[in-house]
């Protein structure tokens, strides 16, 4: 009798140890990559390649320009920094970090279409080139071409918003994938 309660004891205490043994070494990190090294980054003006006087194809008709759309851009990932708070955005000449892009395409693509055949969801996605550089060692740490930030609104209906509003939402999406590029190991 002994012998079974020993057992029944020592399996219900392996139970109730297992998840904690299989949690604490899943492997799994949000943590920073930015090391005591890297401190403050200047995001360096967003440069519009926007190239709006290409032949329009199949592909390529719902590619837009929108006026000034690289400062807002560097507006908003420069703000996202300052609320992420890991890097510090400063001055070039005393930054370690320097962030560069360029605006490659805006696209406002339409998804869904009402009875009539007026576009009533659209997607904006915002493209851009973007690098990352060691400024006191001139040396480039990653870049990545055609970056996305997007989103979807409602042009119609009790869940339409204006292009505008759209527009600050991708933004938003842009600048935070940016910043999530550049402070997160995965």
């Known amino acids: 009798m002994k012998k079974r309660h020993f057992r029944l004891l020592t399996l219900c205490g392996i ?9 604490s070494g899943c492997g799994y990190t949000t943590r920073s990559m ?10 360096a003006p967003f ?12 592909g390529s008709k719902y590619r837009i320009y929108r006026p000034m759309i690289e400062s ?11 609320f992420d708070g ?4 400063g001055e070039e000449k005393s930054a370690d970090l ?17 009875n009539s055949d007026n576009v009533s969801e659209y997607r904006i996605n915002l493209v851009v080139n973007i690098s990352l550089w060691d400024r006191q060692e001139n040396k480039l740490l990653w870049q990545e071409n055609n970056f996305t930030g997007d989103t979807t609104y409602f042009a119609t209906g009790a ?7 759209a ?13 999530e590029r550049t402070v997160e190991q995965w």
């Open 72 to 82: 807002d851009i560097t507006d908003y990932v420069s703000n996202r920094y300052l």
């Open 98 to 114: 320097i962030l560069k892009g360029e605006v490659v395409e805006f696209r406002k693509d339409p998804l869904r279409y009402d």
């Open 34 to 43: 930015v090391t005591n090294k890297y401190r403050t980054i200047y995001v």
């Open 47 to 58: 440069v519009n390649k926007v190239n709006i006087t290409s032949e329009v194809d199949s």
């Open 15 to 23: 139970y109730l140890l297992l998840p904690a043994f299989f949690l």
């Open 167 to 179: 527009v600050t939402d991708a933004l938003n999406d842009l600048s935070r994938r940016i910043v």
């Open 86 to 89: 890991n890097l510090r955005p």
């Open 159 to 165: 869940q339409s918003k204006t292009e505008d509003a």
